[in-house]
């Protein structure tokens, strides 16, 4: 019972910034950031095997809280920050291959430079 308890205060918690977030509220934009980046980012670094990628993820994530926040109440926060993530850390690495795959050789040119 003071599991579930814990996980209703936490739902509401979150739901609640969300409602802050969507009504234009900045300033909850940077709590939701301060509670779920960690989880985001790694959850991110998982997937994309890459801390660089990751945090594109994590601003990718922020952008679209803020953009596109579901109008209706979460009822497993972590779940649907989880999956949210991971689609967006896949779409991230698809579009790096795409980029990859249309620019082969840039990255070897730009790498001689150097050396």
Known sequence: MQKETHSNDETRYFNTL???IYSGDKGSLEVFYNVYGKLIYVTARTVTKSSFLADEVVDDMLVKIWQY??????????GWLYILTINSAKDKIKKESQVHEIFPSVQDEFSNLFL
């Open 69 to 78: 926040l579901p109008k209706k109440k979460i009822k497993n926060p972590k």
């Open 18 to 20: 969300l409602k802050k």
